[in-house]
């Protein structure tokens, strides 16, 4: 899989560390344990759409807000974490 990073052009995913669903809001480390629970061990694994967070780390070091089909993975959009919209 080739991912389009906004700063580098298309390179391949090894250069790239998943971390997860982008748009996961962390819980205040005063929340309750059941809501610490849900955000490191409740996840949607959609088949579809999905936007992701990835770490350019052997490249721009750049975080990347990629929108990819879990089917095919063909990628829809890729951009810059700062950049892109803080929707889940």
Request: hydrophobic share 35%; net charge neutral.
């Amino acid at each position: 899989m080739r991912i389009p990073c906004p700063l580098c052009g298309a390179r391949g995913n090894e250069e790239f560390t998943y971390l997860g669903p982008a748009g996961v809001a962390r819980p205040a480390p005063e929340a309750p344990d059941d809501a610490w629970h849900a955000y490191l061990h409740e996840r949607v694994n959609p088949a579809g759409q999905h936007r992701e967070l990835w770490w350019h780390g052997q490249g721009c070091r750049a975080w990347i807000v990629v929108t990819r089909d879990t089917r095919t993975h063909r990628i829809e959009a890729a951009t810059l974490a700062r950049d892109a919209e803080a929707r889940p």
